[in-house]
């Protein structure tokens, strides 16, 4: 064993076996001499937390940013749901308590920290010479190959046990071109070109220092370039804006026969489709994208939180309910839990937009007079740009983060919303969602008014849905097997509601790890011929992921998701 290197840091070494590749350390060292030596062995997060002491400096370190975001998309080995660290088939994991990260149960014996559900190696990526390395390492070896920006990916698509990972987090490159004419083009249009390491809160300062908006998602540190905009990518602006693959202008892209290509609507269009909703991980390594730049925009946002009962909660999410078509063609985004809704809107006035959310503040206002309510913050603002908005707004709202989590999701269709029968059953099962998790959260994020004029591949569905609803549930570090299968079941039950009366359509990016019939509800009528380009770009199988086009379920990259 001592000439063969079992990637990582080996932990509980036997243990690790299973579903490991053995590959001489030769050529990992000769991998190593190709990247310039940026091939960096993967050491779970919290290991210092059990080699060091749980006291020690650096376990202290973990600790402290084990449910910040930022920390954790810093670092090769953090993931944003920890199950994707973990092994969940065999429980091998080198995890925290989330609920807790001081409680030092999850490195006392028997437990171990275990390399888990892990890539054995990171490439550092700086250029296109790692990416032509990797691939050909990956022929070579049949070490399996992922990509890994952020680790934000809810469905465990940037991981895969004992994988070569290339890390693209710092390529952090970004620049603005007023007149950014995509190569073999004729057109100029504002642009921002970033490489694929650039994380929302960068573009977003970004974008204030130079006056203008961007279309990105509600969360700091998802990538701009990675999963976010190949997947769809949304955003409280997308319902006059568009999905981030609506704005997208040029990719670059290294394909897995090792080419550097431009994918635009000049260039390689048929790539360009695909990359446009086709999802990451799929078709080649993105090093950059440039997106369409707005000029800035003045926001109208509404906030509302209160602390009421299950009537109140009806009562609120009725009224987003009957107002849903209104509001859409108001050009209002956001999104509501159970006991907060934010709204935003760059197109109206301040008092076109407190006439047209009349009915929630007439609501609201009436719920400050309610002793059975408490906490009520109702407040309109205007901002003078969105990032301005979100510098608030995401200070506020963090989702969950070190967490283990399952989701399920559905996207609902104008339709549900014209008839007060279909409103009533909306309404009806989301309060059933709710009752099977809290965690029921609606996004007001569809690009229901945005006039598009280009195909993109997400499912087709998308054009006609006013809502996007996503359920989810956690379980702590020591779950068994048994009670992660009744999360990922309980998330699923909780949508089931909403998906007994809504069309077969769900985002790629936000959906069931389980999703049935993926292909028609992420891609509908798009999939044939997604498949036929994944063949064309990908004939080997280089780049394969979780209920991703071209999708082979007996994959063993896949041993550490638990079976279906
Ligand atoms: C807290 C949180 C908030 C979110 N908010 C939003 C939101 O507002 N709107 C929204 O649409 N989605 C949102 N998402 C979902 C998000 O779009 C997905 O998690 C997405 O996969 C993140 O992409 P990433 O590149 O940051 O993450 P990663 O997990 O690193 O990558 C995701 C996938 O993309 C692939 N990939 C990454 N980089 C590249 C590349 N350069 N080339 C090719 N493939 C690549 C990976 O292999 C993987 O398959 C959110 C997720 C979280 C956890
Ligand atoms: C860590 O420090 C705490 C408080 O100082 C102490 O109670 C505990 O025993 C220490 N734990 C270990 C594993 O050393
Ligand atoms: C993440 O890295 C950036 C850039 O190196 C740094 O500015 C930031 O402080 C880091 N954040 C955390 C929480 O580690
Ligand atoms: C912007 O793009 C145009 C067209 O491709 C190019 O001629 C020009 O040099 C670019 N400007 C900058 C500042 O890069
Ligand atoms: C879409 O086009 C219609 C008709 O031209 C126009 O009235 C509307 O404002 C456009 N919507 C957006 C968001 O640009
Ligand atoms: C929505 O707008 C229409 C047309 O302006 C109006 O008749 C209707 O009452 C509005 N619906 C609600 C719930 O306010
Ligand atoms: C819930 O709150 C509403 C609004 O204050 C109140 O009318 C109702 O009686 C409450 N219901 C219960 C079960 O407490
Ligand atoms: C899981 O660990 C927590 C402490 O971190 C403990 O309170 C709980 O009882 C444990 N659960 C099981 C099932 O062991």
Request: net charge negative.
């Amino acid at each position: 064993m001592h000439s063969l290197i079992l990637g990582a840091l080996i932990i509980s070494p036997s243990s690790a076996l299973v579903a490991r590749q053995i590959v001489p350390s030769t050529d990992w060292n000769g991998l190593r001499d190709q990247v310039g030596g940026r091939l960096i062995p993967a050491v779970p997060l919290a290991a210092p937390c059990f080699s060091e002491g749980f006291n020690s400096t650096a376990c202290e370190v973990v600790k402290k940013g084990y449910v910040d975001e930022l920390f954790r998309s810093n670092s090769t080995t953090g993931y944003i749901q920890t199950q994707w660290e973990s092994c969940q088939t065999t429980g091998q994991q080198c995890l925290l308590n989330f609920l807790d990260p001081d409680d030092p149960s999850p490195v006392a014996a028997p437990h171990k920290c275990s390399p888990g559900g892990l890539p054995s190696y990171f490439i550092d990526v700086r250029g296109v010479d790692d990416v032509k390395a990797a691939y050909n390492f990956a022929r070579r070896t049949k070490v399996p190959l992922v990509i890994k920006n952020t680790g934000h990916d809810y469905i465990g698509r940037s991981s895969a046990p004992g994988s070569l990972a290339l890390w693209t987090h710092n390529l952090k490159d970004i620049s603005y071109n007023k007149s950014f004419v995509p190569e073999g083009c004729t057109d100029a249009k504002p642009g921002v070109t970033m490489g694929a390491g650039v994380q929302w809160s960068q573009a977003y300062s970004f974008a204030e220092t130079h006056q203008i908006t961007l279309v990105g998602g509600s969360d700091r540190s998802v990538g701009a370039v990675g999963g976010w905009l190949q997947g769809g990518g949304h955003s409280p602006l997308s319902n006059t804006m568009g999905l981030g693959v609506d704005r997208v202008l040029q990719f670059k892209v290294v394909t897995p026969d090792g080419e550097y290509r431009v994918a635009n609507s000049c260039e390689n269009q048929d790539l360009f489709f695909a990359l446009r909703g086709g999802g990451g991980g799929t078709f080649g390594v993105v090093m950059e994208a440039t997106v369409l730049a707005d000029p800035v925009k003045r926001i109208q946002a509404l906030f509302l939180s209160f602390k009421g009962n299950d009537t109140v909660t009806r009562h609120v999410w009725s009224i987003l309910v009957d107002n849903a078509l209104n509001w859409s063609q108001d050009g209002w985004g956001g999104y509501s839990i159970s006991d907060a809704v934010a709204f935003i809107n760059p197109v109206l006035d301040k008092e076109k937009a407190a006439k047209s959310m009349k009915p929630l503040l007439e609501y609201a206002n009436k719920l400050k007079g309610d002793h059975n309510v408490k906490d009520v913050n109702v407040v309109m603002m205007e901002f003078p740009t969105y990032n301005q908005w979100f510098d608030v707004f995401s200070r506020q709202n963090v989702a969950a983060v070190g967490t283990n989590l399952a989701q399920a999701s559905r996207l609902i269709p104008r339709e549900t919303f014209t008839t007060p029968t279909s409103r009533t059953q909306i309404l009806d099962a989301l309060m059933a969602a709710r009752a099977s998790t809290p965690r029921t959260l609606i996004l007001i994020t569809a690009p229901s008014s945005y006039n598009s004029t280009e195909r993109i591949a997400v499912n087709e569905a998308w054009r006609d849905t006013v809502w996007h609803i996503v359920t989810s549930v956690s379980w702590n570090w020591n779950a068994t097997i048994n009670e992660k299968r009744d999360s990922y079941k309980k998330a699923e039950e909780a949508i089931s509601h909403i998906r007994n009366i809504t069309p077969d359509a769900a985002y790629f990016n936000e959906c069931d790890t389980y999703e049935p019939n993926f292909e028609q509800s992420f891609w509908g009528n798009n999939y044939a011929e997604l498949l036929t380009l994944k063949q064309k770009y990908d004939p080997d199988h280089l780049l394969e992921c979780w209920r991703c086009v071209g999708y082979n379920p007996h994959n063993p990259r896949f041993s550490c998701y638990l079976p279906e």
